[in-house]
């Protein structure tokens, strides 16, 4: 056989642009560098653009050397690359004095200056867990980033379409800075997402602020809006049936004992936002906030409740006892809810018949995570209606809490329920139920 004299070629290099991109798009910096130096096909793909829409820079507190070169790596091809981005999420891990904020705003301060100047396609940015209102955060170096974030904010504003600065708890002033950032060019602003959970301060009554009031009034197209219901009034409602209610579809709040949240809602201005707005659905989530009084001024029968979640985290009141809001409040939602979660430290009070027949009367009811004092035959009475048709839920997460160290018992009786309704958890259930001793 004769030698034609040509290298025979790897069947890689008849591999399609769009295939060739897909394999990089599942490596990781190091190796997308590495792969570029085999070829000018491999090396175009590299450049590609779509390769480089999203990112997340991770600032280390105490980095490692890994985790250095890695934010480093990061870091230099989200500038390189900067003009391709549409996408963005940095994250601040374990921040432990002044020098390291310092630090990472002078970082900050680089890449966002840099972005604002070659990019033109970011459609969402998401900075979680700044907590500006921690002492390491010094005040020039605050005002300093919060300076250069509103700055990068306003240069983005046309075509930013998702924000998230949850937990950056920033004063009311400082907040309302950075969101009117957003509304600065054309006085208002057609983002369609923001999440500001965990946005302000504790202890701040910010439903009570004009200012915040006028700053919410500059959003035009919300379609999904995260808070803290210590924003919560009215005004606000009225502010987004006004400006939104075309476009709002999901409100979620979170509700924490130590942010106010006695101030008086009217049914009537959900009623009108919901006329509005009709295919708004509302998530609520409380943490610590248990007592039925407290709640009823929350959960009113106008609101399009799609799924709620009550967490005690552990904590024990005396006081407080569930069965009220199981048997009145939560039942208002039986045509609507979808998801509930509850995490209870309900100690001697057994809730097993009360939230059984709650399960039941809610027809739309698919999710259902309980953290609680239950007894095991709750969990064979429930998989017996669910295999009798009469609801129709697909997750079960279940955590039975119990005050004996030795839960024995407790595991056999859980064995011989699940092997009883194995054919249904099998084929139809997202199913997990253990014991967990509460000593």
């Known amino acids: 056989m004769e030698d034609d004299g040509e290298p025979k070629q790897s069947s890689w290099a008849y591999l399609p642009d769009v295939c060739l991109s897909h394999v990089f798009r599942w490596l990781d910096d190091r190796d997308r560098s590495r792969a570029a130096l085999v070829c000018k096909k491999w090396s175009c793909t590299m450049h590609s653009g779509s390769l480089w829409r999203c990112r ?7 980095p490692s050397r890994a985790r250095t070169l890695e ?35 002078v970082i900050m301060r680089g890449l966002l200056s840099h972005l604002g100047k070659c990019n033109s396609h970011l459609e969402s940015l998401s900075i979680k867990y700044l907590e500006l209102d921690c002492l390491i955060w010094k005040n020039v170096v605050r005002a300093q980033f919060i300076k250069n974030l509103a700055a990068f904010l306003k240069r983005m504003s046309n075509q930013l379409d998702y924000l998230n600065l949850k937990g950056a708890r920033i004063t009311l002033e400082e907040g309302c800075e950075l969101l009117n950032s957003l509304s600065s060019l054309t006085n208002r602003s057609f ?53 939104s209610s075309h ?43 248990m007592k039925h009084d407290h709640l009823a001024r929350i959960l009113l029968v106008e609101i399009p409740v799609r799924s709620i979640s009550l967490r005690s985290c552990y904590f024990s009141d005396p006081d407080w006892t569930m069965r009220p809001t199981l048997t009145n409040l939560l039942p208002a939602y039986w045509h609507g809810l979808q998801k509930l979660t509850l995490e209870l430290n309900n100690d001697h009070e057994l809730l097993d018949n009360e939230l059984l027949q709650l399960i039941l009367s809610c027809k739309r009811l698919l999710f259902l995570k309980v953290w609680a004092f239950l007894s095991v035959s709750f969990m064979e009475r429930l998989l017996q209606n669910r295999a009798e048709r009469k609801c129709i839920l697909t997750t079960i997460k279940v955590r039975i809490y119990t005050a004996q160290d030795d839960s024995t018992e407790e595991e056999r009786l859980l064995a011989d329920i699940y092997r009883k309704f194995k054919y249904l958890i099998d084929s139809e259930l997202n199913y997990f139920v253990i014991t967990y001793p509460m000593v």
């Not at 997340?56 to 105490?62: A, E, L």
């Not at 923001?194 to 006028?214: R, T």
């Not at 700053?215 to 005004?235: P, Q, V």
């Open 56 to 62: 997340t820079i991770t600032f280390y507190g105490q």
């Open 71 to 105: 934010f480093q790596s990061a870091l230099w091809y989200t500038k390189k690359f900067g003009k391709y981005l549409k996408r963005l999420e940095i994250k601040l891990s374990n921040p432990y004095n002044a020098p390291c904020i310092k630090k990472f705003q």
């Open 191 to 243: 983002i369609s997402e923001i999440n500001i959970e965990d946005f302000f301060s504790l202890h701040l009554s910010v439903y009570s602020s004009a200012l915040f009031h006028q700053t919410m009034s500059k959003f035009h197209r919300l379609t999904i809006l995260t808070f803290n219901y210590n924003c919560m009034s009215d005004e606000l409602l009225d502010i987004l049936r006004e400006h």
């Open 247 to 289: 476009s709002l579809c999901t409100l979620n709040i979170k509700c924490h004992i130590h942010d106010p949240h006695g101030q008086v809602v009217s049914g009537m201005s959900w009623a009108n936002l919901v006329k509005r707005a009709p295919k708004l659905n509302v998530n609520f989530f409380f943490e610590r906030v």
